[in-house]
């Protein structure tokens, strides 16, 4: 870390904690410049949306793509089929970044969706409990807004049978 790490209180630090937890459950494994970047939109010195561009920018020189520009898939998401959400010939999501490298995404995914649910959860001083479908829909835009043009609305096809080929990973052992 470097020195220059702003200081958190305990309130902004178990956000970042639980933040970063969250996409543990999802397979990201933050490293130490997405911690501090988080720490950074905790302690208020960096917008969220600054520290997305942030990391969007990373990406595209990743992807060896430093003049690459967010895009929007012209679709009408709400007659696509499963098709339409994701790559040919992969299980990866059409995404706004056209990460179209499972790890990579669920890498950029990860810290993308932290800095928006530190956002969310600091600007809002409390979640309704329990969340209508609404509120759900909203809650997705806000956290995977940068992602995906259909965030934070309901997906048309059969989703079910897809989602184990698309979470599914080279390390994670195969289900008989």
Do not use: C, F
Request: hydrophobic content about 40%.
């Amino acid at each position: 870390m470097s020195p220059d790490k702003p200081v958190l209180t305990a309130a902004q630090l178990e956000v970042v904690r639980s933040s970063v937890a969250s996409g543990a459950i999802e397979g990201w494994r933050a490293s130490t410049d997405d911690i501090e970047l988080l720490y950074r939109v905790a302690a208020g010195t960096i917008t969220a949306t600054d520290a997305v561009h942030r990391v969007q920018e990373l990406q595209a020189l990743k992807i060896g793509h430093a003049d690459a520009e967010i895009t929007s898939v012209q679709r009408d998401w709400s007659t696509a089929s499963w098709d339409d959400y994701i790559y040919p010939g992969t299980a990866v999501l059409v995404n706004r970044l056209n990460i179209r490298d499972s790890l990579q995404l669920e890498h950029v995914a990860g810290i993308v969706v932290a800095i928006r649910t530190i956002e969310a959860v600091i600007d809002t001083p409390s979640v309704p409990d329990p969340l209508d479908g609404a509120q759900l829909r909203a809650l997705h835009r806000q956290l995977a807004q940068d992602l995906y043009d259909w965030a934070g609305n309901y997906r048309s096809g059969l989703l079910h049978d897809q989602v184990t080929v698309s979470v599914t990973r080279p390390d994670w052992p195969v289900r008989s």
